[in-house]
């Protein structure tokens, strides 16, 4: 059985990371019949709900002054690394091997952009050296001030690195680190995510196109639909309705 493509897709917060991961579910699945699953991090595994906790400012210590504060970047950080690890071992790789098309809602480059702002670099490669490579990561980029305005449309409260002084900060960690990735090998590809949500998707499918397009060819044909019964397709909203839409991705 040919193994399956692993597929991530990136941002900042307001980015439309989660919006875009699930239309190109449906993508995959209606347009090039082949089997797909959609994952996310945090996972929602034991240690994933314990980083969701955290990143809602609901777990955290009190500091040497007595102030209560979220716990130590480092130790968020190993979280991340061991929840991937758990995530790779449980969901994703037995997917992979059987042949299904994995997209993941944030992987290691999120770890390499937001928890740089208070961790060394070089450390967060090394903690997540054993997660596997994708073979292909989409960064949705936007402004930092343009994914403020969606966050606040579609959110009451702000998470642990949701302010846009550190966003801003992240964006830019973001592109050091893709730069990087893409001297070792990597595929990045870098869409922008500041258009009609029709643009960005067309963007999106012609950068996925390429890796799996050979898989759909060898795949069974989707039977024919009998007569009357309507067919599924992708429906694209007008660009008009795509801003409104795209502001609300969360």
Same mark, same amino acid.
């Given at each position: 059985?040919?193994?399956?493509?692993?597929?991530?897709?990136?941002?900042?917060?307001?980015?439309?990371?989660?919006?875009?991961?699930?239309?190109?579910?449906?993508?995959?699945?209606?347009?090039?019949? &082949?089997? @797909?699953?959609?994952?996310?991090?945090?996972?929602? =595994?034991? %240690?994933?709900?314990?980083? #969701?906790? $955290? *990143?809602?400012?609901?777990?955290?210590?009190?500091?040497?002054?007595?102030?209560?504060?979220?716990?130590?970047?480092?130790?968020?950080?190993?979280?991340?690394?061991?929840?991937?690890?758990?995530? &790779?071992? @449980?969901?994703?790789?037995?997917?992979?091997?059987? =042949?299904? %098309?994995?997209?993941?809602? #944030?992987? $290691? *480059?999120?770890?390499?952009?937001?928890?740089?702002?208070?961790?060394?670099?070089?450390?967060?490669?090394?903690?997540?050296?054993?997660?596997?490579?994708?073979?292909?990561?989409?960064?949705?980029?936007?402004?930092?001030?343009?994914?403020?305005?969606?966050?606040?449309?579609?959110?009451?409260?702000?998470?642990?690195?949701?302010?846009?002084?550190?966003?801003?900060?992240?964006?830019?960690?973001?592109?050091?680190?893709?730069?990087?990735?893409?001297?070792?090998?990597?595929?990045?590809?870098?869409?922008?995510?500041?258009?009609?949500?029709?643009?960005?998707?067309?963007?999106?499918?012609?950068?996925?196109?390429?890796?799996?397009?050979?898989?759909?060819?060898?795949?069974?044909?989707?039977?024919?639909?009998?007569?009357?019964?309507?067919?599924?397709?992708?429906?694209?909203?007008?660009?008009?309705?795509?801003?409104?839409?795209?502001?609300?991705?969360?």
């Amino acid at each position: 059985m040919e193994k399956g493509k692993f597929i991530v897709i990136e941002g900042i917060d307001g980015s439309g990371v989660t919006t875009e991961a699930v239309k190109l579910k449906e993508y995959v699945a209606t347009k090039l019949n &082949l089997p @797909v699953h959609l994952t996310k991090e945090p996972t929602d =595994g034991p %240690v994933g709900g314990l980083i #969701r906790t $955290i *990143l809602a400012k609901r777990v955290g210590a009190p500091s040497h002054n007595g102030k209560f504060e979220s716990i130590d970047p480092r130790c968020l950080a190993l979280l991340f690394a061991a929840d991937r690890l758990d995530h &790779l071992e @449980v969901d994703i790789l037995p997917k992979l091997e059987g =042949g299904v %098309v994995v997209i993941c809602d #944030r992987y $290691i *480059l999120s770890s390499l952009a937001y928890q740089s702002l208070n961790v060394d670099r070089r450390w967060l490669e090394q903690i997540n050296a054993k997660a596997i490579t994708p073979d292909l990561t989409i960064y949705l980029q936007v402004p930092p001030l343009v994914a403020e305005r969606r966050r606040n449309q579609a959110r009451w409260h702000v998470e642990l690195y949701e302010e846009t002084p550190k966003l801003q900060k992240v964006a830019e960690n973001y592109v050091e680190a893709i730069d990087e990735l893409r001297r070792r090998g990597q595929r990045v590809e870098i869409v922008d995510g500041n258009r009609p949500m029709r643009e960005v998707q067309r963007d999106i499918i012609a950068a996925v196109k390429p890796i799996l397009t050979t898989r759909a060819g060898s795949g069974r044909k989707r039977p024919k639909p009998p007569a009357g019964e309507p067919r599924l397709n992708m429906v694209f909203p007008s660009d008009n309705q795509s801003e409104e839409k795209e502001a609300l991705a969360p």
